[in-house]
């Protein structure tokens, strides 16, 4: 969702590559909170545009965020000069704060690559996103590094780390994920995250960034609830599951998913995704996207590494969770801790 330019012209081919789509009306909604204000937007879903096709921000008090789709390979080089490209584009768009993937500096054969090409967080790769984020001025969520902790000596494991940096290069957060995926998927082959990581042991508390509070997972972590709704009791407007879902379990589950994470959380829901063939052992499914506290997704990548655009309408969430306080509503005298709050 953005604004254009007064005057701004598109030619044919230009709206063409981008497609369009608008949230449809929500006539239940309207029906159950009468004078619900239900805000009326369009979502590009974008591959990087020209550049004369700046988009002025000006006119929209909404934050503006940006979704970045990869193809991560073994090349760590190759897939920062990707993201790299696509995170100056966000910034030229408008975005406040640019989302990348799970395994954004690459995606590695075997377990034993894996390891060989993972660094620690003072290492130089993040030392390039950091200057990144500075050259760019925009907050930067890295969704899932291959970290090598302060106690890769003992175990030879690494981390999934989640990384945010603010606008001035600074890390402001880490989440290394909990949930780590050991599965055998018919079609898809099996993986066994475990092999070469390590779980985090711990959540990690929400984030204020300019576009929300900013609650951080990775992948796998969305099939929690549990998670989810510790972050959302714990102040997050905006939930992020940066991913590399594979074929067979991206078509099944991966919207399903998000949007029932959305709503139960009455969180905005944004997933930056890698698409497309890594290398001859590995495929991921794609379709990043942002979902609103309603549960309609209102931005998604096309096909292909890209970006897709979205604002975050924070008064439209207090207000649904005012129309539906489900949260006060909650019985956790009948079903535990589930969710409980964040110490």
């Known amino acids: 969702m953005y604004c254009l330019r007064q005057g701004l012209v598109f030619s044919f081919l230009t709206l063409f590559r981008l497609g369009f789509i608008t949230r449809p009306p929500h006539r239940f909604l309207s029906l159950l909170c009468p004078g619900l204000r239900i805000p009326r937007l369009s979502v590009p879903c974008a591959q990087p545009r020209p550049r004369a096709m700046a988009i002025s921000s000006s006119s929209c008090e909404l934050p503006l965020v940006a979704v970045c789709q990869v193809t991560s390979t073994p090349d760590k080089q190759q897939n920062f000069e990707t993201c790299a490209e696509l995170v100056r584009e966000a910034a030229r768009l ?35 996103y950091t200057r990144l984020a500075r050259e760019c001025g925009l907050w930067l969520s890295l969704g899932g590094f291959h970290e090598r902790g302060q106690d890769w000596e003992q175990t030879q494991k690494i981390y999934n780390c989640h990384v945010l940096l ?12 909990t949930h780590l995926c050991d599965v055998e998927i018919p079609e898809q082959g099996p993986m066994c995250e475990s092999n070469s990581t390590m779980p985090g042991p711990s959540l990690e508390s929400p984030v204020s960034t300019p576009a929300g509070k900013v609650g951080l997972a990775v992948c796998y972590d969305m099939r929690f609830p549990e998670l989810s709704l510790a972050l959302a009791q714990a102040g997050a407007e905006i939930l992020t599951y940066p991913s590399a879902f594979g074929s067979v379990t991206g078509p099944a589950h991966w919207e399903v998913l998000l949007r029932a994470r959305a709503i139960e959380t009455q969180c905005y829901v944004v997933a930056a995704a890698q698409c497309g063939r890594h290398h001859e052992k590995r495929a991921s499914y794609g379709h990043s996207m942002v979902v609103d506290p309603w549960g309609t997704v209102v931005a998604r990548c096309s096909e292909g590494p890209g970006l897709c655009l979205a604002r975050i309408d924070l008064s439209y969430l207090r207000q649904l969770r005012q129309h539906l306080p489900v949260f006060q509503h909650r019985r956790p005298d009948l079903y535990g801790n589930l969710g409980h709050p964040l110490s």
Do not use: Q, W
């Open 94 to 128: 408008g975005a406040c704060l640019a989302f990348l993937p799970e395994a954004f500096d690459f995606i590695a054969r075997d377990p034993a690559e894996t390891l060989r090409l993972s660094e620690p967080l003072g290492g130089r790769l993040l030392e390039e």
């Open 166 to 177: 603010n606008s001035k290069g600074a890390v402001v957060a880490t989440y290394r994920k």
